[in-house]
Protein backbone atom coordinates (compact mmCIF):
# COMPACT_ATOMS: atom_id res chain seq x y z
CA UNK A 1 0.00 0.00 0.00
CA UNK A 2 3.12 2.34 -0.71
CA UNK A 3 0.82 4.97 -2.30
CA UNK A 4 -1.91 4.88 1.07
CA UNK A 5 -0.80 7.21 3.66
CA UNK A 6 -0.60 5.44 7.27
CA UNK A 7 -1.79 7.26 10.54
CA UNK A 8 1.80 7.93 11.67
CA UNK A 9 2.08 9.90 8.33
CA UNK A 10 -0.84 12.31 9.94
CA UNK A 11 -0.34 15.31 12.23
CA UNK A 12 -3.51 14.26 14.98
CA UNK A 13 -2.27 16.33 18.13
CA UNK A 14 -5.86 18.35 18.95
CA UNK A 15 -7.51 17.41 15.93
CA UNK A 16 -10.76 15.93 15.43
CA UNK A 17 -9.83 12.44 13.65
CA UNK A 18 -12.97 10.74 11.88
CA UNK A 19 -12.42 6.97 12.13
CA UNK A 20 -14.13 4.18 9.71
CA UNK A 21 -14.41 1.56 11.92
CA UNK A 22 -15.97 -2.15 11.12
CA UNK A 23 -18.08 -2.58 14.38
CA UNK A 24 -20.48 -4.60 12.78
CA UNK A 25 -20.53 -7.57 15.60
CA UNK A 26 -23.24 -9.57 16.62
CA UNK A 27 -25.63 -9.24 19.48
CA UNK A 28 -27.97 -10.46 22.20
CA UNK A 29 -30.07 -7.81 22.56
CA UNK A 30 -28.20 -5.05 23.91
CA UNK A 31 -24.71 -7.25 24.65
CA UNK A 32 -21.93 -7.61 22.45
CA UNK A 33 -21.88 -11.61 21.62
CA UNK A 34 -18.14 -11.51 19.94
CA UNK A 35 -15.76 -8.37 20.69
CA UNK A 36 -13.56 -9.56 17.58
CA UNK A 37 -14.38 -6.30 15.24
CA UNK A 38 -13.99 -4.13 18.01
CA UNK A 39 -10.76 -5.27 19.51
CA UNK A 40 -9.59 -5.08 15.98
CA UNK A 41 -9.66 -1.88 16.11
CA UNK A 42 -8.23 -0.94 19.22
CA UNK A 43 -4.02 -0.64 18.11
CA UNK A 44 -5.60 2.90 15.64
CA UNK A 45 -7.81 4.02 18.54
CA UNK A 46 -5.01 3.65 21.13
CA UNK A 47 -2.45 5.25 18.71
CA UNK A 48 -4.73 8.04 18.11
CA UNK A 49 -5.87 9.00 21.82
CA UNK A 50 -2.32 8.51 23.13
CA UNK A 51 -1.25 11.79 20.35
CA UNK A 52 -3.91 13.33 21.78
CA UNK A 53 -6.66 13.12 19.30
CA UNK A 54 -10.51 13.76 19.45
CA UNK A 55 -11.00 10.55 18.18
CA UNK A 56 -14.94 10.30 16.32
CA UNK A 57 -15.39 6.84 15.51
CA UNK A 58 -18.49 5.93 12.89
CA UNK A 59 -19.64 2.65 12.12
CA UNK A 60 -22.60 0.33 10.22
CA UNK A 61 -23.97 -2.57 11.78
CA UNK A 62 -26.74 -4.87 10.32
CA UNK A 63 -29.33 -4.20 7.61
CA UNK A 64 -31.53 -1.33 9.00
CA UNK A 65 -33.78 0.17 6.70
CA UNK A 66 -32.42 3.44 6.37
CA UNK A 67 -35.40 5.46 7.49
CA UNK A 68 -34.09 6.16 11.05
CA UNK A 69 -33.24 4.51 14.45
CA UNK A 70 -34.05 1.04 15.07
CA UNK A 71 -33.60 -0.42 18.54
CA UNK A 72 -31.99 -3.76 17.45
CA UNK A 73 -29.04 -2.20 14.77
CA UNK A 74 -28.06 0.62 17.50
CA UNK A 75 -24.42 1.30 17.91
CA UNK A 76 -24.73 1.61 21.89
CA UNK A 77 -23.84 -1.93 22.91
CA UNK A 78 -20.55 -1.45 20.72
CA UNK A 79 -20.21 1.71 22.29
CA UNK A 80 -20.56 0.07 25.71
CA UNK A 81 -17.58 -2.25 24.92
CA UNK A 82 -15.55 -0.01 23.55
CA UNK A 83 -15.88 2.01 27.15
CA UNK A 84 -14.22 -1.67 28.91
CA UNK A 85 -11.52 -2.16 26.41
CA UNK A 86 -9.82 0.99 26.66
CA UNK A 87 -9.29 3.45 29.54
CA UNK A 88 -10.22 6.57 27.32
CA UNK A 89 -13.64 8.21 28.14
CA UNK A 90 -16.27 7.29 25.47
CA UNK A 91 -19.20 9.38 24.83
CA UNK A 92 -22.21 7.67 22.33
CA UNK A 93 -23.94 10.10 20.34
CA UNK A 94 -27.68 9.13 19.33
CA UNK A 95 -27.30 10.52 16.23
CA UNK A 96 -24.91 10.38 13.03
CA UNK A 97 -24.69 13.78 11.97
CA UNK A 98 -27.73 15.33 13.81
CA UNK A 99 -27.67 17.91 16.53
CA UNK A 100 -26.69 15.41 19.45
CA UNK A 101 -23.19 14.43 17.24
CA UNK A 102 -21.93 17.91 16.69
CA UNK A 103 -22.83 19.09 20.48
CA UNK A 104 -21.00 16.19 21.80
CA UNK A 105 -17.92 16.14 18.86
CA UNK A 106 -17.89 19.79 20.50
CA UNK A 107 -17.76 18.89 23.61
CA UNK A 108 -14.99 17.08 23.19
CA UNK A 109 -11.68 17.15 25.05
CA UNK A 110 -8.17 15.76 23.51
CA UNK A 111 -7.57 12.00 24.21
CA UNK A 112 -11.47 11.17 24.21
CA UNK A 113 -13.85 8.94 21.76
CA UNK A 114 -16.97 9.66 20.63
CA UNK A 115 -19.27 6.69 19.08
CA UNK A 116 -21.46 7.89 16.21
CA UNK A 117 -24.96 5.83 15.96
CA UNK A 118 -25.37 3.70 13.19
CA UNK A 119 -24.42 4.92 9.82
CA UNK A 120 -27.48 2.93 7.74
CA UNK A 121 -30.09 4.61 10.06
CA UNK A 122 -29.65 7.15 6.75
CA UNK A 123 -30.40 5.81 3.66
CA UNK A 124 -27.76 8.22 2.10
CA UNK A 125 -24.70 6.40 3.69
CA UNK A 126 -24.89 3.45 1.32
CA UNK A 127 -25.91 5.53 -1.95
CA UNK A 128 -22.23 8.13 -1.31
CA UNK A 129 -24.91 10.94 -1.09
CA UNK A 130 -22.31 13.83 -1.44
CA UNK A 131 -24.41 15.96 1.01
CA UNK A 132 -24.42 12.97 3.30
CA UNK A 133 -20.25 12.94 2.97
CA UNK A 134 -20.11 16.40 3.93
CA UNK A 135 -22.21 16.12 6.75
CA UNK A 136 -19.85 13.79 7.94
CA UNK A 137 -17.23 15.92 6.98
CA UNK A 138 -18.25 18.46 9.20
CA UNK A 139 -17.30 16.42 12.12
CA UNK A 140 -13.97 16.27 11.58
CA UNK A 141 -10.67 17.43 10.61
CA UNK A 142 -9.07 14.51 8.99
CA UNK A 143 -10.32 10.91 8.17
CA UNK A 144 -8.55 7.44 9.22
CA UNK A 145 -10.03 4.55 7.38
CA UNK A 146 -9.82 1.13 9.31
CA UNK A 147 -12.61 -0.51 8.21
CA UNK A 148 -11.18 -3.24 5.77
CA UNK A 149 -14.66 -5.65 6.15
CA UNK A 150 -16.23 -2.28 3.86
CA UNK A 151 -13.35 -1.67 1.93
CA UNK A 152 -15.63 -3.05 -1.01
CA UNK A 153 -18.10 -0.79 -0.89
CA UNK A 154 -18.21 2.68 -2.04
CA UNK A 155 -20.21 4.67 0.42
CA UNK A 156 -20.40 8.02 2.12
CA UNK A 157 -18.21 6.70 4.90
CA UNK A 158 -15.72 4.28 3.20
CA UNK A 159 -14.98 6.49 -0.01
CA UNK A 160 -17.04 9.73 0.16
CA UNK A 161 -15.30 11.57 2.97
CA UNK A 162 -11.94 10.47 1.60
CA UNK A 163 -12.20 13.21 -0.97
CA UNK A 164 -13.52 15.79 1.35
CA UNK A 165 -10.34 15.34 4.33
CA UNK A 166 -7.04 14.59 4.55
CA UNK A 167 -7.13 10.68 4.48
CA UNK A 168 -4.97 7.97 5.71
CA UNK A 169 -5.23 4.01 6.67
CA UNK A 170 -5.52 2.45 10.04
CA UNK A 171 -3.23 -0.04 11.19
CA UNK A 172 -5.83 -2.90 11.01
CA UNK A 173 -6.37 -1.46 7.11
CA UNK A 174 -2.51 -1.79 6.86
CA UNK A 175 -2.29 -5.21 7.80
CA UNK A 176 -5.41 -6.64 5.76
CA UNK A 177 -4.57 -5.29 2.64
CA UNK A 178 -0.08 -6.22 2.91
CA UNK A 179 -1.11 -9.74 4.12
CA UNK A 180 -3.87 -10.78 1.55
CA UNK A 181 -1.33 -8.89 -1.19
CA UNK A 182 1.68 -10.83 -0.26
CA UNK A 183 -0.05 -14.08 0.28
CA UNK A 184 -1.38 -13.68 -3.54
CA UNK A 185 2.01 -12.16 -5.10
CA UNK A 186 4.36 -14.19 -2.80
CA UNK A 187 3.13 -16.88 -0.90
CA UNK A 188 5.53 -19.70 0.55
CA UNK A 189 4.84 -22.54 -1.52
CA UNK A 190 2.64 -25.02 -1.51
CA UNK A 191 0.45 -22.54 -1.63
CA UNK A 192 -2.58 -24.73 -0.41
CA UNK A 193 -6.48 -22.35 -0.88
CA UNK A 194 -9.18 -24.33 1.05
CA UNK A 195 -12.90 -23.07 -0.16
CA UNK A 196 -16.34 -23.61 1.06
CA UNK A 197 -19.69 -21.92 1.09
CA UNK A 198 -22.71 -22.76 -0.75
CA UNK A 199 -22.63 -21.72 -3.98
CA UNK A 200 -20.41 -21.61 -7.17
CA UNK A 201 -21.68 -18.37 -8.40
CA UNK A 202 -20.24 -16.87 -5.40
CA UNK A 203 -16.83 -18.06 -5.33
CA UNK A 204 -16.58 -18.67 -9.23
CA UNK A 205 -13.99 -15.44 -9.69
CA UNK A 206 -11.76 -16.70 -6.41
CA UNK A 207 -11.78 -19.83 -7.61
CA UNK A 208 -10.65 -18.55 -11.39
CA UNK A 209 -7.69 -16.65 -9.63
CA UNK A 210 -6.68 -18.75 -7.42
CA UNK A 211 -5.93 -21.42 -9.92
CA UNK A 212 -3.61 -18.97 -11.46
CA UNK A 213 -1.78 -18.41 -7.73
CA UNK A 214 -2.22 -22.16 -5.78
CA UNK A 215 -0.60 -25.65 -5.94
CA UNK A 216 -3.80 -27.20 -4.22
CA UNK A 217 -7.29 -25.76 -4.08
CA UNK A 218 -9.60 -27.87 -1.72
CA UNK A 219 -13.44 -27.90 -2.64
CA UNK A 220 -16.28 -28.10 0.16
CA UNK A 221 -19.50 -26.66 1.37
CA UNK A 222 -22.49 -26.88 -0.50
CA UNK A 223 -20.93 -25.50 -3.99
CA UNK A 224 -19.19 -29.01 -4.11
CA UNK A 225 -22.08 -30.92 -5.18
CA UNK A 226 -21.99 -28.60 -8.46
CA UNK A 227 -18.51 -29.87 -9.09
CA UNK A 228 -19.65 -33.27 -8.70
CA UNK A 229 -22.21 -33.14 -11.04
CA UNK A 230 -19.71 -31.61 -13.30
CA UNK A 231 -18.29 -35.01 -12.81
CA UNK A 232 -21.20 -36.78 -13.78
CA UNK A 233 -22.13 -37.75 -10.37
CA UNK A 234 -25.71 -37.65 -9.14
CA UNK A 235 -25.93 -35.83 -5.89
CA UNK A 236 -29.79 -36.29 -4.41
CA UNK A 237 -31.41 -33.48 -3.53
CA UNK A 238 -28.42 -31.43 -2.10
CA UNK A 239 -27.84 -27.95 -2.54
CA UNK A 240 -26.47 -27.49 -6.59
CA UNK A 241 -26.99 -24.82 -9.63
CA UNK A 242 -27.70 -26.63 -12.53
CA UNK A 243 -26.89 -23.42 -14.52
CA UNK A 244 -23.07 -23.58 -13.39
CA UNK A 245 -21.86 -27.04 -13.79
CA UNK A 246 -20.77 -26.42 -17.55
CA UNK A 247 -18.47 -23.93 -15.71
CA UNK A 248 -17.34 -25.77 -12.75
CA UNK A 249 -16.62 -28.62 -15.51
CA UNK A 250 -14.77 -26.14 -17.20
CA UNK A 251 -12.70 -24.98 -13.75
CA UNK A 252 -11.55 -28.61 -13.26
CA UNK A 253 -9.93 -28.88 -16.88
CA UNK A 254 -8.56 -25.46 -16.40
CA UNK A 255 -7.10 -26.54 -13.20
CA UNK A 256 -5.90 -29.64 -14.96
CA UNK A 257 -4.27 -27.44 -17.58
CA UNK A 258 -2.52 -25.01 -14.77
CA UNK A 259 -0.86 -28.09 -12.91
CA UNK A 260 -2.89 -27.76 -10.34
CA UNK A 261 -4.49 -30.02 -7.92
CA UNK A 262 -8.04 -29.37 -7.43
CA UNK A 263 -9.45 -31.64 -4.54
CA UNK A 264 -13.52 -32.82 -4.06
CA UNK A 265 -15.11 -34.84 -1.76
CA UNK A 266 -14.79 -38.44 -1.77
CA UNK A 267 -17.07 -39.09 0.84
CA UNK A 268 -19.99 -36.51 2.63
CA UNK A 269 -22.52 -37.14 5.51
CA UNK A 270 -25.97 -37.18 4.03
CA UNK A 271 -29.28 -36.58 5.83
CA UNK A 272 -33.23 -36.72 4.82
CA UNK A 273 -34.01 -33.35 5.48
CA UNK A 274 -32.20 -29.87 6.89
CA UNK A 275 -32.59 -30.18 10.42
CA UNK A 276 -30.24 -31.18 13.44
CA UNK A 277 -31.81 -34.46 14.33
CA UNK A 278 -32.21 -35.71 10.67
CA UNK A 279 -31.28 -39.39 9.83
CA UNK A 280 -28.03 -39.30 8.21
CA UNK A 281 -25.84 -41.36 6.80
CA UNK A 282 -22.40 -41.52 5.72
CA UNK A 283 -21.71 -42.32 2.15
CA UNK A 284 -19.16 -42.52 -1.34
CA UNK A 285 -20.21 -39.31 -3.58
CA UNK A 286 -20.79 -41.94 -6.37
CA UNK A 287 -23.65 -43.44 -3.74
CA UNK A 288 -25.72 -40.29 -2.98
CA UNK A 289 -29.03 -41.19 -2.38
CA UNK A 290 -31.88 -39.66 -4.57
CA UNK A 291 -33.91 -38.61 -1.62
CA UNK A 292 -30.97 -37.45 0.74
CA UNK A 293 -29.05 -34.33 0.65
CA UNK A 294 -25.53 -33.67 1.51
CA UNK A 295 -25.28 -31.64 4.63
CA UNK A 296 -20.94 -32.17 5.42
CA UNK A 297 -17.96 -33.86 4.32
CA UNK A 298 -17.26 -37.38 4.93
CA UNK A 299 -14.40 -38.79 7.35
CA UNK A 300 -12.73 -40.22 4.25
CA UNK A 301 -12.21 -36.41 2.95
CA UNK A 302 -11.13 -34.80 5.75
CA UNK A 303 -8.28 -36.95 5.63
CA UNK A 304 -8.32 -36.94 2.01
CA UNK A 305 -8.14 -32.74 2.63
CA UNK A 306 -5.82 -32.88 6.29
CA UNK A 307 -3.58 -34.47 4.45
CA UNK A 308 -3.10 -31.69 1.60
CA UNK A 309 -3.29 -28.84 4.44
CA UNK A 310 -0.47 -30.60 6.59
CA UNK A 311 2.11 -30.18 3.11
CA UNK A 312 0.77 -26.44 2.28
CA UNK A 313 3.52 -23.62 3.38
CA UNK A 314 0.86 -21.14 2.77
CA UNK A 315 -2.69 -21.80 3.86
CA UNK A 316 -5.97 -19.62 2.93
CA UNK A 317 -9.32 -20.93 4.19
CA UNK A 318 -12.69 -19.30 3.10
CA UNK A 319 -15.92 -21.40 3.84
CA UNK A 320 -17.14 -23.86 5.76
CA UNK A 321 -16.84 -27.50 4.96
CA UNK A 322 -20.38 -28.26 5.71
CA UNK A 323 -23.60 -26.73 7.69
CA UNK A 324 -21.07 -26.41 10.97
CA UNK A 325 -23.83 -24.45 12.54
CA UNK A 326 -25.78 -27.87 13.45
CA UNK A 327 -23.64 -30.54 15.59
CA UNK A 328 -24.49 -33.30 13.63
CA UNK A 329 -23.45 -31.63 10.17
CA UNK A 330 -19.84 -29.18 12.10
CA UNK A 331 -17.24 -32.37 12.01
CA UNK A 332 -16.06 -31.63 8.65
CA UNK A 333 -15.55 -28.12 9.11
CA UNK A 334 -13.74 -28.33 12.30
CA UNK A 335 -11.54 -31.28 11.26
CA UNK A 336 -10.12 -28.77 8.51
CA UNK A 337 -9.95 -26.24 11.38
CA UNK A 338 -7.54 -28.53 13.17
CA UNK A 339 -5.89 -29.36 10.14
CA UNK A 340 -4.69 -25.59 9.47
CA UNK A 341 -4.34 -24.85 13.34
CA UNK A 342 -1.96 -28.32 13.73
CA UNK A 343 0.37 -26.81 10.42
CA UNK A 344 2.44 -24.66 12.66
CA UNK A 345 5.40 -24.19 10.00
CA UNK A 346 2.68 -22.68 7.72
CA UNK A 347 1.11 -19.08 6.93
CA UNK A 348 -2.19 -19.69 8.06
CA UNK A 349 -4.60 -16.91 6.52
CA UNK A 350 -8.33 -16.95 7.53
CA UNK A 351 -10.09 -15.25 4.90
CA UNK A 352 -13.09 -13.93 6.48
CA UNK A 353 -17.03 -14.87 7.38
CA UNK A 354 -17.95 -18.31 8.41
CA UNK A 355 -14.67 -19.33 8.56
CA UNK A 356 -13.95 -16.74 11.52
CA UNK A 357 -17.09 -17.75 12.93
CA UNK A 358 -15.87 -21.29 12.64
CA UNK A 359 -12.15 -20.70 14.05
CA UNK A 360 -13.55 -18.90 16.96
CA UNK A 361 -16.38 -21.49 17.50
CA UNK A 362 -13.81 -24.26 18.00
CA UNK A 363 -11.64 -22.15 20.35
CA UNK A 364 -8.74 -21.90 17.43
CA UNK A 365 -7.86 -18.11 16.68
CA UNK A 366 -4.92 -18.23 18.63
CA UNK A 367 -3.41 -21.15 16.02
CA UNK A 368 -3.94 -19.21 13.03
CA UNK A 369 -1.52 -16.85 11.21
CA UNK A 370 -3.69 -14.19 10.51
CA UNK A 371 -7.50 -13.47 10.51
CA UNK A 372 -8.95 -11.21 8.08
CA UNK A 373 -12.08 -9.19 9.57
CA UNK A 374 -13.81 -9.17 6.15
CA UNK A 375 -14.93 -12.18 4.04
CA UNK A 376 -16.73 -9.92 0.73
CA UNK A 377 -13.08 -7.59 0.86
CA UNK A 378 -11.04 -10.17 1.15
CA UNK A 379 -13.07 -12.22 -1.66
CA UNK A 380 -12.55 -9.30 -3.69
CA UNK A 381 -8.70 -8.75 -2.83
CA UNK A 382 -8.28 -12.07 -4.01
CA UNK A 383 -9.92 -11.38 -7.07
CA UNK A 384 -7.56 -8.90 -8.16
CA UNK A 385 -10.53 -5.89 -7.77
CA UNK A 386 -9.74 -2.80 -6.42
CA UNK A 387 -10.89 -1.73 -3.39
CA UNK A 388 -13.09 1.56 -3.20
CA UNK A 389 -12.49 2.23 0.23
CA UNK A 390 -8.72 1.46 -0.69
CA UNK A 391 -8.55 3.29 -3.76
CA UNK A 392 -10.31 6.52 -1.86
CA UNK A 393 -7.70 6.37 -0.10
CA UNK A 394 -4.89 6.39 -2.72
CA UNK A 395 -6.70 9.28 -4.45
CA UNK A 396 -6.48 11.31 -1.46
Known sequence: MAEVKSLEQADVAGKRVLCR????????????????????????????????????????????????????????????????????PVTFASDTVGPHAHAVVEAMEDGQVVVLENLRFDKREKKNDPAF?????????????????????????????????????????????????????????????????????????????????ADTIIIGGGMCFTFLLAQGKQVGTSLKEEDWVERAAGMIEHA?????????????????????????????????PSDMMGLDIGPETEKLYAQAIAHGSTVFWNGPMGVFEMAAFEHGTKAVALAVAENAEADTIIGGGDSVAAVNKFDLGSKMTFISTGGGASMELVQGLPLPGVEALKEA
Do not use: W
Not at 258 to 284: I, K, M, Q
Open 256 to 288: KEAGVELLLPTDVVVADRFAEDANTATVSVDEI
Open 133 to 213: CEELAKLGDLYVNDAFGTAHRAHASTAGVAALLPAYAGYLMLREVGTLSGMLDEPKRPFVAILGGSKVSDKVGVIDALIEK
Open 21 to 88: VDFNVPLDGATVTDDTRIRAALPTIEYLVGKGAKVILMSHLGRPAGTGFEEKFSLAPAAERLSQLISA
